[in-house]
């Protein structure tokens, strides 16, 4: 931390900064005058000072947790809308099973096209607003745009490919600011602190999923796709704000054109060539480790994705239950269970991401096994709601989980290609899941699907018992 030589002149400083920190802040943040006083101008030791006014994601924990929680809730608006709200409402209106299904599979894969993004990432930058921060900024304008497109398309709804485009560009962009997101999370984030961090990131992806699908469920039946479009601008459009308040380290540029510059450490971590990413990638991905998670997390998401488009299907059209009750459900338990989830990052960060992931993918084959064998208990909304809070509060954990452990396995100097090439992989099971249900209809009862789910988790389980992370961190740092 630069900008003083001991802890006496700190002492002898304070006062005098306090009375300019205020003015300077302001000011900085209305691009007219240079950079906040340094950080190192107080010795803050993790925590924010009252007299320092900057946002700086290095210097607070609290900051850290909230921002990421922020970030994510714009990566469940998305979720919410695409993955819950639309294919009831669809099946409400009609549409065939396997209509529904293809519009799932299309709309998401652009989440399976992340890699594209993380190599650029780490090639280029505006180094001095941060090694990460500038795409960030750039991915949550460009879905503001995408909400400002909905309303051109109020026909959309009648129109198969015109949704499906709308959705699969709104994903696009989506799937960058997740790129970004989480390169930022692996740069800044301290090892011991990853388990809460990601507790709180995905309270913040089911929050934005959750409120996404409640409201999206209202103003599809009510205002179509003009309601859609004022709720992607307003809730993209605050967390861009938000995006362009934050700094990832002191001494950076607030935008473009306010003073500041990049750190040492931002230029000593970035990529100078193509063929450098190439390789440092390769050597990191070749570990068993990373063999082992990417192969495990591929059939969670499978499974799950599955298991959401068969239990849509069989809710709304088997049972006839309103697409608006069904996302009611929905939101609700994932919402409470995302409260829970926070205990989960406490856990990990004391016990080890390795075991709870097991245990919660263990528990959600359990469960799929159970549901298939009480086919006879479908008709009765007490079941059906028990089932789907308990299957929130199992996805939630594993989702904890999922995200934590392939934080562990990154190697920070290409990290954003990396986690982008972990999760484009195990995105493109997300994306197969909804097209395993149309795949396997002609030959197996829905009760019976549930067990082809089920073996999705029990494989995964098998995979990852074979896992080290110490083994793969050692062999991290050996790289060269």
């Known amino acids: 931390m630069g900008g003083v030589d001991s802890a006496t002149i ?66 469940g608006l998305p979720f919410g809308l695409v993955l819950y709200a639309l294919p009831a409402f669809l099946a409400e209106r009609g549409w065939e099973i396997g209509a529904i299904t293809s519009f799932v599979a299309i709309a998401q894969l652009p989440w399976s096209f992340k890699l594209l993004a993380g190599p650029m990432m780490d090639r280029f930058s505006l180094l001095a607003m941060g090694r990460r921060r500038p795409w960030v ?73 959750s409120g996404s699908t409640a409201i999206s469920a209202f103003v599809l039946t009510t205002l179509g796709l003009y309601g859609v479009a004022l709720m992607l601008v307003v809730g993209f459009g605050l967390i861009l704000g938000w995006s362009i308040v934050v ?19 931002s230029k000593q971590m970035q990529a100078q060539s193509w063929k450098q990413i190439g390789v440092d990638l390769l050597k990191v991905l070749l570990l068993p480790g990373s063999l ?46 995302a409260i829970a989830g926070l205990l989960v990052g406490l856990f990990i960060d004391r016990r080890g991401v390795k075991l709870f992931y097991l245990l919660m993918l263990g528990c959600y084959g359990v469960l799929a096994i159970a549901v298939g064998l009480l086919e006879a208990s479908w008709q009765l909304p007490a079941f059906l709601l ?6 929130a509060f199992i996805y939630q954990g594993a989702f904890v989980s999922f995200i934590a452990i392939h934080m562990n396995l990154c190697w920070v100097k290409v990290a954003a290609t990396q986690f982008a090439l972990y999760m484009a992989w195990v995105n493109l099971g997300r994306s197969l899941g909804p ?46």
């Open 10 to 75: 700190v002492l002898h400083r304070l006062r005098f900064q306090e009375s300019r920190v205020a003015v300077q802040w302001f000011t900085a943040m209305l691009g007219r005058s240079g950079s906040p006083p340094s950080p190192g101008a107080y010795n803050n030791n993790n925590k924010s000072h009252n007299n320092n006014m900057t946002l700086i994601l290095t210097e607070s924990r609290t900051l850290r947790f909230f921002s990421f929680t922020v970030f994510y809730l714009a990566q």
């Open 137 to 209: 900024i750039f991915s949550q304008l460009a879905l503001v745009l995408v909400g400002v497109t909905f309303m051109f398309f109020p026909g959309g709804l009648d129109d198969a490919v015109v949704l499906t485009a709308l959705c699969f560009l709104l994903n696009s962009f989506a799937a960058m600011q997740d790129v970004a997101v989480d390169g930022m999370a692996i740069d800044v984030l301290p090892v011991n602190e990853q388990g809460r961090a990601n507790g709180f990131m995905a309270l913040g992806q089911v929050m934005g999923s």
């Open 247 to 265: 700094r990832e380290r002191a001494g950076e540029k607030l935008l473009p054109w306010t003073e500041g510059e990049a750190t040492a450490r």
């Open 292 to 337: 082992l998670v990417m192969g495990g997390s591929f059939l969670f998401l499978l499974g799950h994705t599955f298991w959401i488009a068969l239990t849509q299907i069989i809710v709304v059209q088997d049972l006839g239950i309103a697409s608006t009750e069904y996302s009611s459900w929905t939101a609700i338990s994932t919402f409470i269970a």
């Open 386 to 391: 028990s089932i789907a809070f308990i299957q």
């Open 435 to 480: 097209k395993m249900l149309s795949t396997l209809q002609p030959y197996l009862a829905k009760e019976q699907m549930f067990f082809a789910i089920s073996a999705c988790f029990f494989l995964a389980v098998v995979l990852l018992w074979k896992l080290s992370l110490q083994t793969h961190q050692q062999r991290v740092t050996e790289l060269r």
